[in-house]
């Protein structure tokens, strides 16, 4: 993934955040591994672009840094003061908000990874570390992206150019709607509904020629059919909806 980095202390971040000492810290964690060390009683974060969608899992090496707490949040757009994400790849006069995170909690060891048991999607990553009485050093960061493995096979020329790209951005909104099983989105719900399952069903089999996950979709909708033959409007779930 490519990476932009900008470290700050404030929530909403400006252009004067490049700038920040932190930054070319942070840059240099995530494009050459050099270790950051964040003084005690400190508290940073910063932004990471990943340029693009992923469904990914994070990796995060810390050592020391007892009493620490580190804030991973994951989100699709940063926030303007409307409460509009706009333009997802700006970031001047926005925040994080509404975002999923995981909260990690370093005691001190010598040598520690940070990861979590389920995959976290978005366009961006922002990550909050504040310190107790220890400084925190961080040694390592990465993602692992996790999606259903399938390339397109099919051709699709037009004399406009503004076409080649919206096909790309929807096949890669297909590959990250597509786990262990369909997904109307990767970020808020990560469920199955019959409205867009259908669509998605044809999409992949039109294009990517695999109808392993079609059958399976299928056999699901098929398990979940009611004694009237309607099937629920999502499933598999723990709140069904009539």
């Excluded at 975002?99 to 048991?117: E, H, I, N």
């Amino acid at each position: 993934a490519s990476q932009a980095v900008f470290g700050v202390t404030n929530v909403w971040y400006s252009k004067s955040d490049i700038e920040n000492p932190w930054t070319a810290k942070f840059d240099s964690l995530l494009k050459k591994g050099e270790s950051v060390v964040v003084p005690p009683d400190t508290e940073v974060r910063f932004l990471w672009d990943f340029g693009d969608y992923y469904c990914a899992y994070p990796h995060l090496d810390v050592s020391g840094g007892k009493g620490s707490k580190i804030r991973w949040a994951w989100t699709e757009g940063l926030y303007d003061k409307e409460f509009s994400r706009a333009n997802r790849s700006e970031f001047v006069g926005k925040r994080v908000a509404r975002s999923m995170y995981d909260t990690f909690l370093p005691d001190g060891r010598a040598k520690a990874r940070f990861t979590v048991p389920w995959w976290k999607a978005g366009r961006w990553a922002e990550i909050s570390v504040k310190t107790a009485g220890e400084p925190l050093t961080l040694q390592g960061i990465s993602i692992t992206e996790t999606r259903y493995p399938m390339e397109s096979k099919a051709k699709f020329e037009c004399d406009d150019e503004s076409i080649a790209p919206i096909c790309q951005m929807c096949i890669r909104g297909m590959q990250n709607c597509l786990h262990e099983m369909f997904m109307d989105c990767p970020y808020f719900e990560q469920q199955m509904y019959p409205g867009d399952t259908r669509v998605e069903m044809l999409v992949l089999n039109s294009i990517f020629g695999d109808d392993r996950m079609l059958r399976f979709g299928i056999g699901i909708f098929d398990y979940a059919r009611r004694s009237d033959g309607f099937v629920p409007m999502n499933f598999p779930s723990q709140h069904i909806q009539d």
